[in-house]
C-alpha cells in the first residue's frame, strides 16, 4: 500500500561524505560528476516545464526507429563553450527495458490499450477539444499528455540533447533510459504477478549497466535515471506489498532518480513536475499563451477539480467539495467521480482559467499532476499539506511559498476553517502579484541564453 506519511532517513548514506546532506544548491560541493548533474537536470527542467520543443514529433507510438542502434545515431558534440557542464553519454540498453514494451502498448493497463495514451513520443493524442478554450494560434500546442508519460518524454528529449555525446569517455554524466514506470505499472493492479515479475526490469538493467566500463569507474554517481512514476511505487518493503523494489535494489543507491514524487528522506530523489498538456514549439507560443492567462477574465474566486474517495473515514476531498458547493457563486466544481476528468475534458482547464485559485489536496499520494495543469493556466495554487509541494519541487517553484501560493493547514479546515473567507482577504492586487510571480518564473527559463542553446537541436 501506498505510505500515509514520508518514511525516516536510510540508514544507509552516501558513500561520499562531501554529499551526504540534503539535496539542495545550497549544499553542493564540488564533487564533480553530482554536481554536472545538479545543473545538467536544472536547465532540462527548466526546457520541461516550460514544455518546450522544437523537434519533429511523430503521430504513432515510439517503436525502435526512434531508438537505434549507437553506431546509426548522430549527436551534436558541442564544445566546452556549448556544454559548460559537460555531456551525458545515453545508454542503448536492450529494447525489453524500454522500445518493447511500448511496442505491447496494449499490454499495459489490465482494463485497455494505452497506445494512444504514450502516442507522440509520449505527448498523447492531439487535444482537439480544447479548440475554442484556448487562442487558435495554440491548438496545436495541446496534448492529452499523460501524468505517467515522463520516461518516454526525457528518453526522446535525452536523444536529441545538444550536448549528448556519442563518445561515452568524454560524457560527464550517463543517462539509463529505462522505463520503470511503465514496466511495474502493468503489475499494479492484478495478482497474476509474482514480486519477481514486478522486480524483472530493473534486476535486468542494474545487471546489464553495473557490467558497463563507465559504471565501474565511479560506482554509479554519474549516472542518473527518470523514473515515471511516484517514488512508493518503486519501494516496496515486502513480496505481497505495493509496487517493486527496484530502489531499495543495492545497485540503485547511487544512481540519481528524477521522480514525479521524491520521497523528502532520500538524497537521491529528485522531484520532477509532472508533465503537462502543453507543449509550445518557440518562445513566441509561450509569450502568447501567458498574454492569454495574464488577460484573462476571471469570474469565479476559486475552483476545485477532483472526486471523494468513498472509502475513506472524514474524507478531506470530501470537505473540500462540501464547502465548494456552499459557496454559491464563489467556486467553481469540477466533479471527477468515476473517469469523467480523464484525458479528453476541457472541463478541468476551463477551470482553472476562470478561476483567481485552485484547491489542491494531496492526491492518491502527497503529490497530484493538477498543480501544474492550475499553475499554468495562471491560477494560484491553494495547498493543505506541506509535502504537496514545497518540499517537493524545491528547484523548480519560487523560493517564498507565500509569494505564488496559498497555505490552508488541513487541521483547520477539518475544525471549520472557511476557505472562501481566507481566499476572500486577498486583493486583487495581491492576486495579480502571486500569478505574476508563477509567470516570472516561466520567463527566465525563456529568457536565460542557455534556453536554447542547451535545447534540442
Known amino acids: 500500500m501506498l505510505p500515509l506519511f514520508d518514511t525516516p532517513p536510510s540508514p544507509h548514506k552516501p558513500q561520499n561524505p562531501e554529499l551526504d546532506r540534503k539535496s539542495s544548491f545550497g549544499s553542493l560541493k ?92 509520449g505527448l498523447g493524442r492531439p487535444a482537439t477539444k480544447l479548440a475554442g478554450v484556448i487562442p487558435e ?35 560527464t554524466a550517463y543517462y539509463i533510459p529505462l522505463y520503470a514506470g ?11 504477478y509474482t514480486a519477481e515479475d514486478r522486480d524483472l526490469h530493473c534486476h535486468t538493467m542494474l545487471k546489464w549497466v553495473h557490467d558497463q566500463p563507465y559504471w565501474k569507474k565511479s560506482n554509479g554517481w554519474d549516472h542518473f535515471i527518470t523514473m515515471g512514476r511516484i517514488t512508493w511505487d518503486f519501494r ?44 509550445p514549439t518557440s518562445p513566441s507560443d509561450v509569450e502568447t499563451w501567458q498574454e492569454f492567462v495574464r488577460t484573462r477574465t476571471r469570474t469565479t474566486l476559486f475552483c476545485f477539480a477532483g472526486a471523494t474517495r468513498g472509502l475513506i473515514k472524514n474524507d478531506f476531498r470530501g470537505l473540500l467539495l462540501n464547502q465548494c458547493y456552499n459557496s454559491s457563486g464563489s467556486c467553481r466544481v469540477v466533479d471527477c467521480g468515476g473517469s469523467k476528468c480523464s484525458n479528453g475534458t476541457s472541463l ?21 499532476r493538477s498543480i501544474f495543469d492550475c499553475m499554468i493556466a495562471g491560477s494560484i495554487p491553494v ?3 506541506n509535502r504537496t509541494a514545497y518540499s517537493q519541487y524545491e528547484w523548480f517553484l519560487p523560493g517564498q511559498p507565500e509569494s505564488y501560493s496559498v497555505y490552508i493547514d488541513k487541521n483547520d479546515v477539518l475544525n471549520g ?17 502571486m500569478r505574476e510571480k508563477n509567470q516570472r518564473s516561466r520567463e527566465r527559463g525563456i529568457q536565460m541564453n542557455l534556453f536554447w542553446e542547451l535545447g534540442l537541436s
Not at 517503436?63 to 542502434?69: N, R, S
Not at 511503465?182 to 497474476?192: D, F, I, P, R, S
Not at 483567481?356 to 494531496?362: I, K, N
Open 417 to 433: 476553517k472557511s476557505i472562501k473567507g481566507v481566499l476572500e482577504s486577498f486583493g486583487q492586487d495581491e492576486v495579480r502579484r
Open 30 to 121: 564540488p564533487y564533480l560528476p553530482r554536481t554536472w548533474l545538479i545543473f545538467f537536470v536544472l536547465f532540462l527542467q527548466i526546457i520541461l516545464l516550460l514544455i518546450a520543443r522544437n523537434y519533429h514529433i511523430s503521430t504513432a507510438v515510439i517503436i525502435p526507429q526512434h531508438l537505434p542502434e549507437v553506431a546509426a545515431i548522430t549527436a551534436v558534440d558541442g564544445g566546452d563553450t556549448e556544454c559548460p557542464y559537460g555531456k551525458v553519454f545515453v545508454y542503448n540498453l536492450p529494447h525489453f527495458l524500454n522500445t518493447e514494451l511500448l511496442e505491447n502498448c496494449h499490454e499495459l493497463n489490465p482494463w485497455g490499450s494505452r497506445c494512444d495514451t504514450y502516442s507522440n513520443d
Open 348 to 368: 478541468i482547464l476551463e477551470s482553472f482559467l476562470g478561476s483567481d485559485f485552485c484547491l489542491q489536496p494531496r492526491g492518491d499520494s502527497f503529490t497530484r
Open 236 to 279: 516496496r518493503s515486502k513480496d505481497d506489498d505495493w509496487g517493486s523494489r527496484c530502489i531499495y535494489l543495492p545497485g540503485m543507491r547511487n544512481i540519481t532518480r528524477l521522480l514525479i514524487e521524491r520521497n523528502s528522506w532520500d538524497y537521491f530523489d529528485v522531484g520532477v513536475p509532472y508533465p503537462t498538456g502543453f507543449h
Open 383 to 385: 495547498f493543505f499539506w
Open 137 to 171: 494560434s495554440l491548438t496545436g500546442a495541446w496534448y492529452w499528455t499523460d501524468q505517467f508519460a515522463s520516461e518516454i518524454i526525457y528518453h526522446n528529449r535525452m536523444l536529441n540533447y545538444r550536448c549528448r555525446t556519442l563518445d561515452p569517455e568524454s560524457a
Open 182 to 192: 511503465l514496466a511495474v505499472g502493468k503489475y499494479l493492479w492484478t495478482n497474476n
